[in-house]
């Protein structure tokens, strides 16, 4: 299993995305949930980015739903931590 850490600039993107809609809220709950169990889940789409992103990765939480996160190990016990950076549309995140 591992540990989902939640940036300020996720946790704003969150808010703002998801605007009282309690049916998308769910949804990324349940993505969330999924991301710690596996990430190479195939409803995930799970991708590493290239570019101005290069090293990064995403995936998706549903039709227009882009999850933008690293991974990095958690020193002392070699856990893995999922550092959520930016959710939103495609165009959004991009």
Not at 28 to 36: A, G, K, S
Not at 57 to 62: H, K, L, Q, T, V
């Amino acid at each position: 299993m591992r540990k989902i850490i939640l940036t300020p600039r996720f946790q704003r993107s969150l808010r703002k995305f998801i605007k009282g809609d309690q049916r998308l809220k769910k949804q990324i709950q349940e993505t969330l949930r999924q991301m710690e169990v596996d990430l190479s889940t195939i409803n995930l789409s799970t991708h590493r980015l290239k570019g101005e992103f290069d090293g990064l990765r995403a995936c998706s939480c549903g039709y227009d739903c882009r999850i933008i996160f690293s991974i990095e190990k958690y020193p002392d016990t070699n856990e893995e931590l999922i550092i959520l950076l930016n959710i939103g549309t495609h165009d959004d995140v991009y």
